[in-house]
């Protein structure tokens, strides 16, 4: 990556904050500007910040003159469940901010980073191994916003000569922060219920199955497209990257290896439901392996024991 700061949007969000902490880890605490229009737990670290609502110009464009800014990880964005109740706002913060920030980035010769999603596929994309070129034809708002998304990184790119890149990721696990309201979070909650002791109410039928990854395998995903050699990306933008992909049943039940007596029932919520049925089941991450060497660490076995020992570590009474 140039020599310049690295702003990263959104970071008080569930990818934030564990991003900006690994960003200041390898490149320093100074160099890693964070922003949002909320204030970030304190688990980020020391460190600027700045408020920046991405859907004034003016906002980003101050932070990236201000800390002298060559690249950024532009992560805020309103998620699939919360976009499918606030459509309109929605748009106005995913592509009004993504267009404000290429924008800027085209002013100031910034790099940027935008994380895509699995919900850019659609009812219509393979749902078995999605390649990674293939039909995107969402039927979600948020998925929508991710489509276009990707193509304006990659217009800004051919025809601007900026350093876009991206990832089109999975749902993510986390024991750091709350996930922010996908269709995803209930992989996330199920956890917490598990570490308590309570039972665990899932808002998807148990056979669902989802591409999904451990956050530590994402945040470092992250940062080595970013540091990949230009000339060895073909795609860019929106690469594929998969771990592995698992039902609630199964993750359940690998959870009662650790926990025999969790239990789970489901309750569908038919909104959720609905996002989940336009998604893929695996998706097909050989683009991504062949262009910048990507491979995952985490299998379900590995993140289950991992989240189920981290969070018993962090609960009360511990
Ligand atoms: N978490 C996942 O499982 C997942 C999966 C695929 C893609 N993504 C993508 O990764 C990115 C970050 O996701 P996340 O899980 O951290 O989301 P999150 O909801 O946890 O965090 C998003 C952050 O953006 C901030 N924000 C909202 N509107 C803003 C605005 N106008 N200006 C500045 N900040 C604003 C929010 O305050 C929040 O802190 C998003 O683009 C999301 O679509 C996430």
């Given at each position: 990556?140039?020599?310049?700061?690295?702003?990263?949007?959104g970071?008080?969000?569930?990818?934030?904050?564990?991003?900006?902490?690994?960003l200041?880890?390898?490149?320093?605490?100074d160099?890693?500007?964070?922003?949002?229009?909320?204030?970030?737990?304190?688990?980020?670290?020391d460190g600027?910040?700045?408020h920046?609502d991405?859907?004034?110009?003016?906002?980003?464009?101050y932070?990236?003159?201000?800390w002298?800014v060559?690249?950024?990880?532009?992560l805020?964005?309103?998620?699939?469940?919360v976009?499918?109740?606030?459509?309109r706002?929605?748009?106005?913060?995913?592509?009004?901010?993504?267009?404000r920030?290429?924008?800027?980035?085209?002013?100031?010769?910034?790099?940027?980073?935008?994380?895509?999603?699995?919900?850019?596929f659609?009812?219509?994309?393979?749902?078995e191994s999605?390649?990674?070129?293939?039909?995107?034809?969402?039927?979600?708002?948020?998925?929508?916003?991710?489509?276009?998304s990707?193509?304006?990184?990659?217009?800004?790119?051919?025809?601007?000569?900026?350093?876009?890149?991206?990832?089109?990721?999975?749902g993510?696990?986390?024991?750091?922060?709350?996930?922010?309201?996908?269709?995803?979070?209930w992989?996330?909650?199920?956890?917490?219920?598990?570490?308590?002791?309570?039972?665990y109410v899932?808002?998807?039928?148990?056979?669902?199955?989802?591409?999904?990854m451990?956050?530590?395998?994402?945040?470092?995903?992250?940062?080595?497209?970013m540091?990949?050699p230009a000339e060895a990306?073909?795609?860019?933008?929106?690469?594929?990257?998969?771990?592995?992909?698992f039902?609630?049943?199964?993750?359940?039940?690998?959870i009662?290896r650790?926990?025999s007596?969790?239990?789970?029932?489901c309750?569908?919520?038919?909104v959720?439901?609905a996002?989940?049925?336009?998604?893929?089941?695996?998706?097909?991450?050989?683009?991504?392996r062949?262009e910048?060497?990507?491979?995952?660490?985490?299998?379900?076995?590995?993140m289950?024991?991992?989240?189920?020992?981290?969070?018993?570590a962090?609960?009360?009474?511990?």
């Open positions: 990556m140039n020599e310049r700061r690295i702003l990263v949007t970071a008080a969000g569930q990818i934030g904050s564990e991003l900006v902490p690994a200041r880890a390898r490149y320093g605490a160099r890693v500007v964070a922003s949002d229009v909320r204030l970030p737990a304190s688990s980020i670290g600027p910040f700045e920046v991405c859907t004034h110009i003016r906002e980003i464009d932070a990236v003159r201000r002298d060559g690249t950024v990880f532009h805020a964005a309103l998620l699939s469940a976009a499918e109740e606030r459509p706002v929605a748009w106005e913060v995913n592509m009004g901010g993504l267009y920030v290429l924008e800027v980035a085209r002013s100031h010769g910034c790099a940027v980073f935008l994380p895509s999603s699995i919900g850019a659609g009812p219509s994309t393979p749902a999605a390649p990674q070129d293939t039909l995107q034809r969402p039927t979600t708002m948020y998925g929508i916003t991710k489509v276009a990707e193509l304006l990184c990659d217009y800004y790119h051919d025809r601007f000569g900026i350093d876009t890149r991206g990832l089109r990721l999975p993510l696990v986390s024991h750091v922060a709350p996930p922010g309201g996908g269709t995803t979070d992989a996330v909650d199920i956890f917490h219920r598990a570490v308590r002791g309570e039972r899932c808002f998807l039928r148990d056979d669902t199955r989802l591409p999904m451990y956050m530590p395998d994402a945040i470092r995903a992250f940062m080595e497209l540091e990949a990306l073909v795609h860019r933008n929106a690469f594929n990257i998969a771990a592995m992909s039902t609630p049943a199964e993750l359940h039940a690998e009662r650790h926990r007596g969790f239990e789970m029932t309750e569908v919520d038919p959720r439901q996002i989940a049925d336009s998604w893929p089941e695996s998706i097909d991450d050989s683009a991504a062949a910048w060497g990507w491979r995952p660490e985490f299998d379900l076995p590995a289950t024991a991992d989240m189920l020992e981290k969070l018993s962090s609960a009360p009474g511990a």
